[in-house]
């Protein structure tokens, strides 16, 4: 029926749409627009907090390089006040418990179990629950340290996993479960990336013996 209308009357009629709807396309464009720019600087804030908690972790290095721990305990304390879901701090925990294993093992211990119990990064959760284990071992809280050990699914981290409970089980004395953990973690997932070598001779040179626990430790 509009070929049959006058220009006039479909000028009049684009009026008369405009009138009646033109403010509700008005206003999804603008919503639209509003949304974008909302989109975009919430990004830019991401953007900006990362780049942020980038430069404080990288401070915190040169700290730890230059043997300033109280600067980079700072630091971290920052990372973890302001920057609590991001990354860089679970990296600056990590980073601090290595350097604080000999000297405070308690404050390693600690800051491990923080990465562990907080990371949004399951890979980063479990490296901190295996260097934690490591650290309860050294201190010789061995039940403790297996507890941690119980993982349903490790992963890629299966056969560090398993070289770890040897070791904590070959200090116990418990041969026949240092054994098995050790011959498991030479198939294991992650086997690839372990030091074969150095797994084969500590199962080498398990002695044949009942399985026993030493005194001492938490066991």
Known sequence: M????????????IKDWWQEYGWYLLGG????AIGLFAWNQYHGYERGRAAQASAL????????DNDK???AAGIL??????????????QAS???AREELISSPDKAAADLRYVMQNSKDRQLALIARLRLARVLAYQKKY???????????PGQFAARLQTIKGDI??????????????TQALVAPGADLLNRNLVQMKLNHLKAKPSGKKDGGDA
């Open 2 to 13: 509009d070929d049959y209308l006058s220009e006039k009357e479909q000028i009049q009629r």
């Open 29 to 32: 464009m603008a919503l639209s």
């Open 69 to 71: 721990g109280d600067e």
């Open 94 to 96: 990590l980073l601090v």
């Open 143 to 153: 039940k403790e340290a297996l507890a941690l050990l119980d993982v349903a699914d």
């Open 169 to 182: 089980n070959a200090a116990l004395g418990n041969v026949d479960a240092a054994r098995a953990a050790y």
């Open 77 to 90: 304390t920052q990372l973890r006040e302001d920057y609590a879901s991001s990354p860089y701090t679970d």
């Open 57 to 64: 972790y990288q401070s915190l290095q040169q700290a730890v």
